[in-house]
């Protein structure tokens, strides 16, 4: 069974830093891995993806993660936080495209300091 | 443009009562799923269809029905059988072997 740990459910970086969202996942078969964003209200946007290609993944807006398999990890990171990024980040897993049934992290908020 | 249209935004039910809430999309997506999302638990799925006139459950199905007669509809029922309904409702769509596209969300109440 795959499953996904998003650690910290909310986090707060000063405009201008480094954001770092952590995220885990157990899959029994090499994952496809996804980062999606949702704004108050509003359903989720596909921020970026991992389908076994090239493991720096480039995605919208700036944000770009990177698979490590020996670690389980898919990280999503933004060099330079801008007031735009505060929303809610999730982490999804599937085993393989054909079974697309996303398993989702319970997300993590992120917020922006002027 | 192209793009999944839930509706309504917002939905109150009574106690004891169906409420269905509507999931359209003009992708021409094959698939099509339904998620009930709930503060600090994620996204949970709740059925989803993979093809016209078939659907199968998702990992919380129980008070909730589904139908899907077009492949740009896929309707869910909410049921008095689900006990705790209150909660933000999103529907996705995509095509076989690609992400998952997703409407704005339906929010439901209970008065």
């Known amino acids: 069974a795959q499953s996904v740990t998003q650690l910290g459910s909310h986090v707060s970086v000063s405009e201008g830093a480094l954001v770092l969202l952590r995220c885990n996942y157990s899959s029994s078969v090499p994952p496809y891995l996804f980062w999606y964003v949702q704004y108050p209200n509003q359903g989720l946007q596909l921020l970026l993806k991992y389908t076994s290609a090239a493991t720096l993944v480039k995605g919208i807006n700036g944000f770009e993660a990177e698979f490590k398999k020996s670690e389980t990890s898919f990280h999503l990171t933004k060099p330079s936080a801008h007031m735009s990024d505060a929303a809610e980040y999730f982490c999804a897993v599937t085993e393989g495209f054909g079974n697309e049934k996303l398993t989702f992290g319970t997300g993590t908020r992120l917020t922006i300091i002027p | 443009d192209g793009g999944i249209t839930q509706s309504p935004k917002y939905l109150f039910r009574k106690e004891g009562q169906n409420v269905t809430l509507s999931c359209e999309q003009n992708l021409n997506h094959d698939a099509m799923y339904w998620y009930r999302q709930d503060p600090g638990q994620g996204l949970r799925l709740i059925y989803y269809?993979?093809?016209?006139?078939?659907?199968q459950k998702g990992d919380i199905a129980e008070g909730y029905s589904v139908s899907r007669e077009k492949k740009e509809s896929f309707p869910l029922t909410v049921t008095s059988a689900q006990k705790n309904p209150t909660a933000f409702y999103l529907c996705?769509?995509?095509?076989?072997?690609?992400?998952?596209?997703f409407g704005d969300g339906t929010r439901l109440s209970i008065l």
């Open positions: 269809s993979q093809i016209v006139n078939d659907f």
């Open positions: 996705a769509s995509s095509f076989t072997n690609q992400p998952q596209h």
